[in-house]
Every structure is written in C-alpha cells, then in structure tokens.
C-alpha cells in the first residue's frame, strides 16, 4: 500500500522567506525524494489561520501567494496533493466528533493554552484557538496519514491525533490509523541579518520574492566584527559566512572557509558574494513565480477537492457508523 505522508501550510503571512525555505520547504522536497513512492498531502491550513488574524481577504490573499511560491520552489504536484479542508465538509464535521470524546483536562495540557495561563491571558484566547488542537486531529485522521513531519515545537499535535484516535479506537471499535510523528532532521537556525534567528518578528528576514535593491540593502545591514582587510578571520563566527553557507557547493564552501582563514578577504567582499549567490538561488523561484496565476492555483485547489473529498467522506461515514449517526 502506498504510504501517505500529510503536512500543512498555515497562510499567516503573504511570503516565505530564507529560514521558511530552508527550515520547511526544502527538507519537505527532500523527504519527497527519500520516499519516491509515497502520497504526499499538503493542505492549507485556511481553518486554522482565522484563529489568530481576522482579516478574510488577507487570509485569502495570503493562501493564494505562499501556494505559488511553493509551486516556483519547485514542489512536484504530480507527487504532492495541494488542498484546502475548507473545500472538504469533513474536516469540521470530523472535528466535531472528536470533540465529542475529548476531554477538557486533555485539552488544558495543550501548549499554547498553558502558555496564555502563565501569561494571565485564558479569558483573552478564542474558543478556536483552545480547539486548534482537535480540528488537527482531524485535518490528519481523515486520511489515515503513515506520517506527519512536523519540527519539534509541533510534537504535540501528532501526539493529540494519536490519542484522540486511540480513544477513538477505544470506545467505538479500530477505526483510525495512528500517525507516526517524523521530527525534521536538524536544520540548525537559520540566521537573519542581525544574527539572531530569522524571522517576519525580528524584521531581520529576506523574502524569497525581495527584489535587488531589498536583498542588497538587507544584506548590507549583516553585522560583523572590527577586523581588519588583512586579518585572518574564523568563518564560523561570522553572520555572513553562516548564511552564504547556505547557498555553497562543499567546493564552493572550502574555498570561502580558506579565503577566510588566509586574510586578504575584506567583509565587503564577503557580502558581495553573498549578495551574487542569493540572487542566484531567487531569480529562477521568482522567474517560475511570475508565470503562475491565481486562477492555476484556484483551478488546481478545486482539482484535488474532489479527490480530497472522496477519501475524506468515505473516511467520515466509517465514522458515522461507529457513532450512529446514519439512521
């Protein structure tokens, strides 16, 4: 049987930038070629976006951009089985049902409700946000997933899956399969150019869209140390090696750590190189980018709905079965 393995995108933001590629996007392709026979579905997590920014065309905006920015990184659609669970009643209506069975004391061990807890916010977090972790559940169980990648910090939710569905199992007869959590090997912190990790909250990011002027002006702004032209330097303690690494051949990579160690490299020159292989890494994403339209999306969104949601329904009235909820 062929093996499913599920991710998601959640369209907070209208662009990816490096860390998201490198952190998310390409150990996903990667996990692609690692299992050249296997089913991947990779939904938008539209439903769960509305949780924590309540502006509808921005979401819809949103979802629509990161999905061809996706398609430009090169994501096999042949292979890979774009969706939105908003196009498949299933989802909610599963999630309902799990609700059912799950319990609060379950539910308050959840990470981000603890987290408002310690920070006197309980009363100030959505229904939908205490509940993210069950419609999850759902978005994973329907499609009786083999694998679910997710980083670290995501653990929990194929955790919940998999006891929401052994609880399931439990009460109602074998139904779900339990999804195998697959912990992305480590990436390391992609920095930004202040040095810290990248990301959108930091403002220290470069878009996979920026254009010249934007990526220049960001890479410009890497901090480095006071030493000299003509100084020997530790690549490994340098922001701009740590991110042009990123970019490099092992060629390419022990020529640059050499050019270093020598002296003679000035930081100017360091970030000029840097600059060249960034702009060479984006032109062809954003070449492909410019020739996909929203309509290709939408067409493709709809496509993959019906598949989506045969698998789904039939999944769904197992369910209701067990449950009696077909009279």
């Given at each position: 049987?062929?093996?499913?393995?599920?991710?998601?995108?959640?369209?907070?933001?209208?662009?990816?930038?490096l860390?998201?590629?490198?952190?998310?996007?390409?150990?996903?392709?990667?996990?692609?070629?690692?299992?050249?026979?296997?089913?991947?579905?990779?939904?938008?997590a539209?439903?769960?976006?509305?949780?924590?920014?309540?502006?509808?065309?921005?979401?819809?905006?949103?979802?629509?951009?990161v999905?061809?920015?996706?398609?430009?990184?090169?994501?096999?659609?042949?292979?890979?089985?774009?969706?939105?669970?908003?196009?498949?009643?299933?989802?909610?209506?599963?999630?309902?049902?799990?609700?059912?069975?799950?319990?609060?004391?379950?539910?308050?061990?959840?990470?981000?409700y603890?987290?408002?807890?310690?920070?006197?916010?309980?009363k100030e977090?959505?229904?939908?946000?205490?509940?993210?972790?069950?419609l999850?559940?759902?978005d994973?169980?329907?499609?009786?997933?083999?694998?679910?990648?997710?980083g670290?910090?995501?653990k929990?939710?194929?955790?919940?899956?998999?006891d929401?569905?052994?609880?399931?199992n439990?009460?109602?007869?074998?139904?779900?399969?339990l999804?195998e959590?697959?912990?992305?090997?480590?990436?390391?912190?992609?920095?930004?150019?202040?040095?810290?990790?990248?990301?959108?909250s930091?403002?220290?990011?470069?878009?996979?869209l920026?254009?010249?002027?934007?990526?220049?002006?960001?890479?410009?702004?890497?901090?480095?140390?006071?030493?000299?032209?003509?100084?020997?330097?530790?690549?490994?303690?340098?922001?701009?090696?740590?991110?042009c690494?990123?970019?490099?051949t092992?060629?390419?990579?022990?020529?640059?750590?050499?050019?270093?160690?020598?002296g003679?490299?000035?930081?100017?020159?360091?970030?000029?190189?840097?600059?060249?292989?960034?702009?060479?890494f984006?032109?062809?994403?954003?070449?492909?980018?410019?020739?996909?339209?929203?309509q290709?999306?939408?067409?493709?969104?709809?496509k993959?709905?019906?598949?989506?949601?045969?698998?789904?329904?039939?999944?769904?009235?197992?369910?209701?079965?067990?449950?009696?909820?077909t009279?």
């Open positions: 049987m062929t093996k499913r393995i599920l991710t998601w995108i959640k369209p907070t933001d209208n662009q990816i930038h860390g998201n590629y490198f952190g998310a996007v390409k150990p996903m392709m990667e996990l692609s070629a690692q299992y050249p026979d296997a089913e991947i579905f990779l939904f938008l539209i439903m769960h976006g509305l949780t924590g920014l309540h502006d509808g065309k921005a979401i819809h905006d949103n979802s629509l951009n999905l061809k920015i996706y398609m430009a990184c090169g994501v096999d659609l042949k292979k890979f089985v774009i969706y939105n669970p908003a196009d498949v009643p299933a989802h909610a209506q599963l999630s309902w049902v799990l609700g059912c069975i799950t319990h609060m004391g379950f539910m308050e061990r959840m990470h981000s603890k987290e408002a807890l310690d920070k006197g916010k309980s977090i959505s229904v939908g946000v205490f509940t993210y972790p069950i999850m559940a759902a994973i169980l329907l499609y009786d997933a083999d694998m679910v990648p997710v670290q910090d995501q929990q939710h194929v955790e919940y899956a998999r929401i569905a052994q609880r399931f439990n009460v109602f007869g074998e139904t779900f399969k999804p959590p697959y912990i992305k090997p480590e990436v390391g912190t992609i920095l930004g150019v202040d040095g810290r990790k990248m990301s959108k930091y403002n220290n990011y470069i878009w996979l920026d254009d010249e002027k934007q990526v220049l002006k960001r890479v410009k702004q890497i901090a480095t140390d006071a030493k000299t032209v003509e100084e020997p330097k530790d690549p490994d303690q340098c922001n701009v090696y740590k991110i690494k990123l970019f490099l092992p060629e390419e990579d022990a020529a640059l750590r050499a050019k270093y160690q020598a003679g490299l000035s930081y100017k020159e360091a970030k000029d190189y840097l600059y060249e292989k960034i702009m060479a984006l032109k062809p994403i954003q070449d492909r980018y410019a020739q996909i339209s929203d290709e999306i939408i067409d493709l969104m709809k993959n709905a019906v598949y989506v949601n045969e698998l789904a329904n039939k999944k769904l009235a197992e369910v209701y079965k067990k449950v009696w909820f009279l």
